[in-house]
């Protein structure tokens, strides 16, 4: 069953398009990702979905309802975790996701129960009556997963989910996702642009300039690169490489650390290319492909950065008081 | 609005902003320290200089409700400014995509901002005794009901312009070139009878003044105007801004 489906989704700021004429369907209980750099409309095709803007062209489906037309349904069918903090910090972890409730009109019976569910869930029950401003990085968006798991949504949209914090803190909110889908059953999508994080998806979308590059499953993605790539250096890079075109039909990339191609079983290669170059080899590497390889490959460009907006320097700022918050 | 849910999420947002003021007592104390210094400073200072300029009323009494006036003012703005962060860092976020209306969460936050300026504007009221002035029960009820209906109407002005801004540097220039001007005419600090014609032009236009006057009014016994005018200024003022504010909140995105 399709718990998201997106047609045509188009989205204009005055001249800008932000989000161009994008489709796609999420399956029911998928964990779904939204990979691309920054400023390539992963944002504002949450956004979007989440109803929190409207879409200038195209139309989307989230749990049956439209996003345009019955906004209201769809905001009780998602929950959300932010980019950016959305916690009051200081009230306490109980009192955030008391107000959540209320919000979400959870029956008063039923709260205490629910809010100690999710709280056990996200290891943060023995510190609900504390307030969220001692939390470190990683137990405040342990805790915003939490409130957005409180009114047993059909969709948990994780936008960013682990930006900024530390690599370990990283893993874990990993594992609190898949054991939310594994308990829980619930659709999840996500954007980030950490491709070592992509790979825990169960299939992938690739956003570039607002447009789907790529969708597929990370080891089908992966395969585009078309086999292992080596890096090699010799003595004589020029003249090595129109051995290599004349030899093995590959045409390699010159970079920094010497010429690089892709080839298909690259540990098999590698012996039989290093004694037919007799001795002409200095180093020579290989690496499996990531989905930076994909990335490389789809748009010619590395994931990179884009110029900081008024927003974006207000984001710096609260990132910034966050690092200064006391761990625990 | 559909009844009962944003009901809810009135109360979550008046809540939510009365248990922050309570917890936060510093706060408290230094909101309290720049109408103290304006009272027992600045007003103490000038009133030793000149006579009161109304007579029979020192100066530092004259300025009693002014500064209660500029207290409800910086509250109320400082309250609806908050928007602009908490929208995109803050709780508010959380607000704008739970199931309730936009309408809901204007008249909540208008709300819990004069709240909070009422229970600032209580405190300074305190220090009446200090100042010599007398208060009835009536007269600060009065001052009570004055000054919500003051901080309700500026707090919907605050959200009005809050709803469009995009960064807090626009607060600063808001600050300097509507806020600090709208006080200073309010009356607050000298009378407006004195006042040459082209400044009792622009503080007839300033809502303010009328806050202060009826404010003036009832703990003083001074006035320009009636209490009846002070009262259906603030009114209309609030009318028209809390529904610009709801209009801009609704038709975002």
Not at chain 1, 270 to 281: D, M, N, Q
Not at chain 2, 237 to 244: E, K, P
Request: proline residues 4%; hydrophobic residues 45%; aromatic residues 8%.
């Amino acid at each position: 069953m399709e718990t998201i489906v997106a047609k045509d989704l188009r989205k204009k700021f005055g001249k800008l398009v932000a989000v161009k004429d994008v489709s796609f369907a999420v399956q029911s209980g998928e964990i779904f990702g939204f990979l691309g750099p920054n400023g390539a409309g992963k944002s504002t095709t949450i956004k979007m979905l989440c109803t929190l803007l409207k879409p200038t062209g195209g139309r989307a489906w989230l749990a049956g309802y439209d996003v345009a037309a019955q906004p209201d349904a769809v905001r009780r069918s998602i929950g959300l975790v932010f980019q950016d903090p959305s916690l009051d910090e200081n009230l306490t972890a109980g009192e955030n996701l008391y107000f959540h409730a209320i919000l979400y009109g959870i029956p008063t019976a039923e709260r205490q129960e629910r809010l100690g569910e999710v709280l056990r869930m996200v290891d943060l029950y023995d510190r609900r009556n504390d307030i969220v401003k001692t939390f470190s990085g990683g137990m405040k968006r342990r805790l915003e997963i939490a409130r957005g798991l409180l009114h047993y949504p059909k969709v948990l949209f994780l936008d960013e989910p682990t930006l900024g914090l530390d690599p370990q803190t990283r893993a874990h909110i990993w594992e609190y996702i898949h054991q939310i889908r594994a308990r829980a059953g619930m659709t999840i999508f996500l954007t980030t642009h950490y491709m070592d994080e992509a790979e825990n998806c169960d299939r992938i979308a690739i956003i570039d300039h607002g447009e789907l590059v790529a969708m597929d499953t990370p080891g089908e993605l992966k395969r585009l690169v078309g086999g292992d790539l080596i890096t090699v250096r010799s003595e004589d890079d020029e003249q090595l490489s129109a051995r290599l075109q004349a030899a093995y039909g590959v045409t390699p990339a010159r970079t920094p650390d010497g010429l690089r191609f892709e080839i298909d079983n690259g540990e098999e290669f590698i012996p039989r290319f290093v004694a037919a170059e007799h001795g002409h080899i200095k180093a020579i590497s290989l690496r499996k492909p990531t989905l930076d390889d994909v990335f490389l490959k789809l748009t010619g460009r590395e994931i990179r950065e884009e110029t900081l907006s008024g927003l974006d320097v207000m984001r710096e700022r609260r990132r910034m008081r966050r690092h200064r918050t006391p761990h625990h | 609005m559909t009844g009962k849910k944003d009901f809810s999420a009135i109360y979550v947002i008046w809540l939510r902003e009365i248990i922050r003021f309570w917890r936060d007592k510093a706060r408290i104390i230094t909101s309290l320290i720049q109408p103290a210094v304006w009272l027992f400073i600045v007003g103490r200072g000038l009133g030793s200089t000149f006579r009161g300029p109304v007579p029979g009323v020192d100066y530092m009494k004259f300025m009693f409700p002014g500064v209660i006036g500029m207290t409800v003012l910086f509250t109320s703005i400082s309250s609806a400014v908050s928007i602009v962060w908490d929208r995109e860092f803050g709780f508010l976020k959380e607000v704008l995509v739970a199931p309730v209306s936009r309408t809901a969460i204007v008249l909540g936050k208008a709300l819990s901002g004069s709240t909070v300026a009422v229970l600032q504007g209580a405190m300074i009221l305190l220090l009446a005794p200090l100042i010599g002035v007398a208060l009835t029960p009536r007269s600060v009820l009065a001052a009570l009901g004055l000054m919500f209906l003051l901080s309700f109407a500026l707090s919907s002005t605050g959200i009005l312009v809050a709803a469009r801004m995009e960064s807090m540097q626009g607060f600063q220039l808001i600050m300097n070139f509507v806020v600090m001007p709208m006080y200073f005419l309010s009356g607050a600090i000298f009378p407006l009878s004195s006042l040459p014609p082209w400044m009792k032009a622009l503080a007839r236009v300033d809502p303010l003044a009328y806050g202060v006057d009826g404010l003036k009014n009832v703990i003083i016994g001074v006035h320009e105007f009636s209490l009846v005018t002070d009262v259906a200024v603030i009114l209309a003022m609030a009318a028209v801004m809390i529904t610009g504010a709801v209009l801009l909140f609704n038709s975002e995105g």
